[in-house]
């Protein structure tokens, strides 16, 4: 295979992972606190075998035998995170909607292990459980949370929370020391990977009655499509020419009647 044509598919490839991920972007556009994915390329060195080879002379003028060392970068896609920016907070007046501005996430409860949301567009179950949209219970104060019904919830800018007036606890907010490495789980939520430490909160508040939106840039977000798909069209005509030159080769080099 030409190294040409191999570049030229690893390009396509990458390429179409960096659709995918923004088309994953722009379908989001609208859940609240969603965070867009963002590519990580880096530089892959391929060595050739002549720049192993060690070429002693015999006398300071001697001719060099082999050709000098040649090591070639190419960009290669290395990582996909999710971009934790702050979005902007929309106003919705329900009480059991809220946003947090700053670093931080609400704590849930997930299917046996502890997951982290910024989505705090609340609902209560049947039995008046505070949880999220997918089901999941908010922890506050390390369990649940049950509101009687008609009860008035409010929060304070640190998330401590009264019912009726009366005390009910503290989200349990948390950050992280290295955040963008998170897993994701699906439904907006994430996971905390092995060698991430969680921290307490710094600076962030917490505001009823507002959710956080999406941090996803339409405008940006097409411009990188329209890039990408001129990406990925380019590289199919270079795998495309390599194959019509191969063939020439095959059909016509050594045929003395071609």
Do not use: C, W
């Not at 908010?138 to 008035?152: T, Y």
């Not at 909160?201 to 798909?229: D, H």
């Amino acid at each position: 295979m030409r190294d040409s044509t191999q570049s030229a598919i690893f390009g396509a490839l990458s390429n179409e992972l960096r659709m995918s991920s923004i088309a994953n972007n722009l379908a989001n556009v609208n859940t609240s606190a969603y965070k867009k994915d963002k590519l990580a390329f880096h530089d892959t060195f391929i060595r050739f075998s002549h720049d192993y080879l060690v070429d002693d002379k015999t006398y300071i003028r001697g001719k060099n035998m082999f050709p000098e060392g040649h090591i070639m970068a190419k960009a290669r896609l290395s990582a996909q995170q999710a971009d934790l920016s702050q979005g902007s907070l929309e106003r919705t007046g329900n009480q059991l909607d809220f946003a947090l501005s700053g670093p931080g996430f609400f704590s849930i409860q997930g299917d046996g292990e502890m997951l982290y949301t910024r989505a705090g567009n609340f609902v209560t179950d049947s039995d008046g459980m505070l949880q999220t949209a997918d089901g999941h219970p908010v922890m506050v104060d390390g369990g649940p949370l049950f509101i009687p019904p008609g009860g008035r919830l409010q929060a304070d800018d640190q998330g401590n929370l009264l019912i009726n007036g009366q005390p009910a606890g503290a989200f349990d907010l948390v950050d992280f020391d290295n955040p963008a490495l998170l897993e994701r789980t699906g439904s907006n939520n994430y996971r905390m990977p092995e060698g991430v430490a969680q921290t307490a909160p710094g600076e962030m508040e917490v505001a009823q009655g507002f959710v956080e939106k999406s941090n996803v840039e339409v405008v940006t977000e097409m411009v990188s499509m329209i890039e990408t798909q001129r990406a990925f069209t380019m590289y199919t005509k270079m795998i495309q020419a390599d194959n019509e030159m191969d063939t020439k080769l095959i059909t016509k080099v050594g045929n003395p009647t071609a």
